[in-house]
């Protein structure tokens, strides 16, 4: 664990991390996980292989569900209906169905990520970029995985995530306003409630560029520039993670002051001595004396006292 802050960049890493699927028959019932078996027959590293349905035991899963899954609102249920009519109008391949089914997808492995980010540096600032969409996805369910193999020179998409090991590319989309969510939750996991500073935002990947104005190194001849223009899906996150301090070198810093404190103390205490000291000196050589000298409190300090009035 390392209490010096640093910057972390993920390019495209969040939509290569694993995932879990979660199912359930509809909105009062409960989550179910999918466990992957071997068929009958088959062995796990060959294939073919089967889902089942299991109650959710992974507290990693539990954790992630609740944090990442919102129901919907009537506005996003609105649009979803608009978005089957458009397709349907435009004559594009609707959303795969899942059967009647409610069907997820939840990025707990970018919440171990997070987890393990917050553990190891404490002081961090995160940027992440990624898709929040992919096109021609054909597997059923929310957040559903781009399976996409070349053939022939072409790209063909599966409608199953059941295919050869090795032989195509699986690519999830990102839930930035999930992420953002999640990278909290994990800060707030790792180091309690209320102890240092967290702050998240995400913005497209066209904003980005035009905020720190690197679109001009970007541009084309005619002024076309795919880093604005094009890549609408791409966009980047920044977490930052930070007011978290060492325990250890805290106390090393406590057991420091203390000892300054005493030292400050000791001096004070000396000094206070030394007025006292020159306050009887000033009252001694200033008391009138009969004859003799004025012995003060201290014999070190003996004065000739004044001569007596006439």
Not at 95 to 106: K, W
Request: charged share 25%; aromatic share 10%; hydrophobic share 40%.
């Amino acid at each position: 664990r390392d209490y010096q802050h640093c910057f972390l960049l993920m390019m495209e890493v969040l939509d290569n991390l694993p995932h879990d699927r979660v199912a359930r028959a509809g909105a009062g019932s409960p989550w179910r996980q999918t466990v992957v078996l071997p068929q009958a027959g088959s062995v796990m590293a060959e294939g073919p292989w089967r889902e089942e349905l299991e109650e959710v035991a992974d507290p990693l899963l539990r954790r992630c569900l609740d944090v990442v899954y919102k129901p919907p609102t009537l506005e996003e249920k609105l649009d979803s209906r608009f978005n089957r009519l458009l397709d349907f109008i435009l004559a594009k391949d609707p959303e795969p169905d899942a059967g009647g089914a409610e069907v997820l997808f939840v990025p707990t492995a970018s919440l171990a990520l997070m987890d393990t980010l917050h553990d190891a540096r404490p002081n961090h600032s995160l940027i992440a970029a990624d898709f929040d969409k992919l096109p021609d996805v054909k597997v059923p369910g929310k957040y559903a995985p781009l399976v996409s193999e070349k053939v022939g020179g072409q790209n063909f998409d599966h409608p199953s995530i059941f295919v050869p090991w090795g032989s195509a590319d699986i690519f999830f989309p990102t839930d930035f306003d999930a992420l953002g969510r999640l990278y909290r939750a994990s800060a707030e996991h790792v180091w309690g409630e209320g102890t240092g500073r967290v702050n998240t935002a995400h913005y497209r990947q066209g904003a980005v560029m035009k905020r720190y104005k690197e679109m001009f190194k970007t541009a084309t001849i005619c002024a076309f520039n795919p880093m604005v223009d094009d890549f609408l899906n791409a966009r980047f996150f920044f977490g930052d993670s930070y007011n978290r301090r060492d325990p250890a070198l805290t106390a090393v810093q406590q057991a420091q002051q203390a000892a300054i404190s005493a030292w400050e103390q000791q001096q004070r205490q000396l000094r206070h001595r030394q007025q006292q000291q020159e306050q009887q000196q000033k009252a001694a050589a200033a008391a009138p004396q009969g004859s003799g000298a004025s012995r003060g409190p201290d014999a070190s300090v003996l004065r000739p006292g004044p001569p007596p009035p006439q």
